[in-house]
């Protein structure tokens, strides 16, 4: 069973930034595309940012102009850099890793995003 570990979540104030990492021991990490999505008390889980393996970037139209999805595949790592925080952005964050459209997939445990003054 892959672990997928993430930090960085915490309280931030609006306009604040925050920095998610997420980790896994996966020997084909560059395989991987490496998702955040997040979920909102009451809310679905929404897909927040994502990047393919050759680095091509997709996101939420609400969050794309302070948001940066990253990755460092020779650390195992994906980065989500959150900047201009809004109480809106408040929720669990999860990363979610899948190798192509059929290979395996994984998600992390969740970490809590708190934006308020």
């Known amino acids: 069973q892959v672990q997928v570990e993430e930090s960085g979540g915490g309280l931030a104030q609006p306009g604040g930034s925050l920095r998610l990492s997420c980790t896994a021991a996966?020997?084909?990490?560059?395989?991987?595309?490496v998702a955040w999505y997040r979920q909102a008390p009451g809310k679905q889980r929404e897909l927040v940012a994502h990047?393919?393996?050759?680095?091509?970037?997709d996101y939420l139209p609400s969050v794309e102009d302070r948001f940066t999805i990253s990755r460092d595949d020779p650390n195992k790592a994906g980065y989500l850099q959150m900047d201009g925080l809004k109480p809106e952005d408040t929720g669990v964050y999860y990363c979610?890793?899948?190798?192509?459209?059929?290979?395996?997939?994984?998600w992390g445990q969740g970490t809590q995003v708190t934006v308020s003054a």
């Open positions: 979610y890793l899948q190798a192509g459209q059929s290979g395996p997939r994984y």
């Open positions: 996966l020997r084909n990490f560059d395989f991987y595309s």
């Open positions: 990047i393919t393996p050759s680095r091509i970037t």
